[in-house]
Nanobody, 123 residues
């Protein structure tokens, strides 16, 4: 059984930074691609960022490139999303996910979802 527990969300102003954390359970954490998705009010859930099992590769949706950084610590079974220069359009519930990369596609296949953490950015 895999559980993903997000933390670090909150209310910030435009231009501020936040760091989301995701604590994972299960013995196979280091074998899987990990990532973040988000869902804004009234919108579909969208891919944000992903990191491969060994951290050799990372990829992002275009709207966060240069502002967000994903990382992981396999020894601690943790995934992080450093979010800088936040904008009101980043307001959403952010979900930690486990899954697999999809070759040539800027997203990932997901088999486990966390429950989410709210990020609200005021203008």
């Amino acid at each position: 059984q895999v559980q993903l527990l997000e933390s670090g969300g909150g209310l910030v102003q435009a231009g501020d930074s936040l760091r989301l954390s995701c604590a994972a359970s299960g013995r196979t954490f280091s074998l899987y691609t990990m990532g973040w998705f988000r869902q804004a009010p009234g919108k579909e859930r969208e891919f944000v960022a992903a990191v491969t099992a060994s951290s050799a590769g990372t990829w992002y949706t275009d709207s966060v490139k240069g502002r967000f950084t994903i990382s992981r610590d396999n020894g601690k079974k943790m995934v992080y999303l450093q979010m800088d220069d936040l904008k009101p359009q980043d307001t959403a519930v952010y979900y930690c996910v486990r899954g697999r990369a999809i070759p040539t596609k800027p997203t990932m296949e997901v088999d486990y979802w966390g429950q989410g953490t709210q990020v609200t950015v005021s203008s």
